[in-house]
């Protein structure tokens, strides 16, 4: 690869080269291997995208680049989806059988909540949700997260002491 043209033969190569690196590089950081499978295969199509720009010198670390960034992309859009099932999670009013004051009491505290649940630093707030939320257990969100179960304990605590403050009960 000594041109500074990139062709299918020049991806089947820089393939071949970096595939398992940059695979093992995504999946340190999401320990998931289907994912990081998913992430590697995106991270060679965009490359392929960029053909027309690459310069071959700078391709392996171009890839890196690529694949941090999808990474990245990848755990911005579970926040998102995270945030959108925590504000979906309000009950359906219409169907309710409730007074409209205990119906709009409970809308006014799940809106109070959710601002409450933005107002947490990100750490404490990807704990608290992966645990409530998604039904994680401590070890299961620390594995994830690549950090200790001491850890997610902390954050969880801080998480659980800011809503605390906010609403004066715990959740």
């Known amino acids: 690869m000594s041109d500074n043209s990139f062709?299918?033969?020049?991806?089947?190569?820089?393939?071949?080269?970096?595939?398992?690196?940059?695979?093992n590089y995504i999946y340190f950081k999401v320990k998931d291997s289907a994912l990081a499978e998913d992430i590697v295969q995106e991270t060679?199509?965009?490359?392929?995208?960029?053909?027309?720009?690459?310069?071959?010198?700078t391709v392996k670390s171009l890839l890196y680049v690529i694949a941090s960034n999808t990474v990245i992309n990848h755990f911005n859009h579970l926040k998102v989806v995270r945030n959108h099932e925590v504000a979906v999670a309000v009950p359906s009013y219409g169907t309710s059988t409730e007074s409209p004051e205990?119906?709009?009491?409970?809308?006014?505290?799940?809106?109070?909540?959710?601002?409450?649940?933005?107002?947490i630093p990100e750490g404490s707030?990807?704990?608290?949700l992966m645990?409530?939320?998604d039904?994680?257990?401590?070890?299961?969100?620390?594995?994830?997260l690549g950090i200790g179960v001491k850890a997610v304990e902390k954050r969880m605590?801080?998480?659980?002491?800011?809503?605390?403050?906010?609403?004066?009960?715990?959740?």
């Open 7 to 23: 062709g299918k033969k020049e991806l089947k190569k820089c393939y071949e080269l970096y595939f398992e690196s940059i695979r």
């Open 44 to 57: 060679f199509i965009k490359l392929w995208q960029k053909r027309d720009t690459i310069r071959v010198e």
């Open 102 to 119: 205990y119906v709009l009491e409970e809308k006014e505290f799940q809106e109070k909540l959710n601002l409450i649940i933005e107002s």
């Open 125 to 128: 707030r990807d704990v608290f």
């Open 131 to 133: 645990n409530r939320i």
């Open 135 to 144: 039904g994680l257990k401590y070890h299961e969100i620390a594995d994830r």
């Open 157 to 171: 605590g801080k998480a659980i002491a800011i809503i605390k403050e906010h609403l004066g009960r715990k959740i």
